[in-house]
């Protein structure tokens, strides 16, 4: 009896990265955001991209997992294809400037990595940036909601690059992971309670009294309840 064999080439198969959507359309819903020097919103962008090239199942074609076949290969036109569609997305989703940088690159993934080093040439770099500008950061008059929104997006990216040690003792009672955790959310309060517009100043001293100090989503709690009754009465 002949095996079945049901199994699809893979440019017909949904859940293959190889898959060539017969329904693609140049002007899919992308991300809203367009990536740009002005805006300074890599992160941001970068993780929605994924996010779509993930609905695509095509994350493979930027992160190096898909690897270009040989042109000999059954593989090659579907790959062809499929990258070209990635680039054109990516090239779709990123300002004007920036497209010199990447269009002319032969496939997604040398694209994707050129606009990487565009934002990130190093990781050091990034974490000196990053710093800077979390310690230049102020409320300015703007809702205590919105600062907060500044200051926990800019905390996160940090987290992506400048990662907390993980322990290596199993079953941990070094506690290395624990401490490092507690010294970055210490550093993220007083980095937010700092930056508080001097009206909250009052909220400022009562959270640097407290032992524990809070964490910054705890601090931002407090503070944006002062600002509510301040509102309320005046
Ligand atoms: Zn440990």
Redo the contacts with the bound molecule.
């Keep these: 009896m002949a095996e079945s064999t049901t199994s699809l080439s893979p440019e017909f198969d949904p859940r293959s990265p190889y898959y060539v959507d017969p329904d693609f359309e140049p002007n899919e819903n992308f991300p809203k955001v367009i990536l740009s020097q002005a805006d300074d919103n890599y992160f941001t962008w970068k993780n929605l991209f994924l996010q779509f090239l993930r609905r695509k199942n095509k994350t493979g074609f930027v992160d190096g997992t898909v690897e270009i076949p040989e042109p000999s290969s059954p593989l090659y036109q579907p790959w062809e294809v499929c990258n070209a569609r990635v680039m054109s997305w990516m090239m779709s989703s990123v300002s004007e400037d920036l497209l010199a940088h990447a269009a002319f690159a032969d496939t997604a993934r040398k694209a994707w990595e050129d606009l990487r080093k565009i934002f990130v040439p190093s990781v050091d770099f990034k974490i000196n940036q990053l710093r800077r500008r979390i310690l230049a950061m102020r409320q300015d008059g703007d809702e205590v909601a919105r600062y907060f929104g500044r200051m926990k997006s800019a905390w996160m990216e940090l987290r992506e690059y400048d990662r907390l040690p993980e322990?290596?003792?199993?079953?941990?009672?070094?506690?290395?992971?624990k401490r490092a955790e507690e010294g970055r959310e210490k550093e993220e309060c007083y980095a937010f309670v700092m930056g508080l517009d001097e009206d909250l100043g009052y909220v400022r001293t009562q959270i640097m009294m407290m032992d524990p100090l809070p964490s910054l989503d705890e601090a931002y709690a407090l503070v944006n309840n002062e600002e509510n009754l301040k509102n309320m009465f005046g």
């Design positions: 322990c290596s003792c199993g079953g941990c009672r070094c506690e290395v992971k």
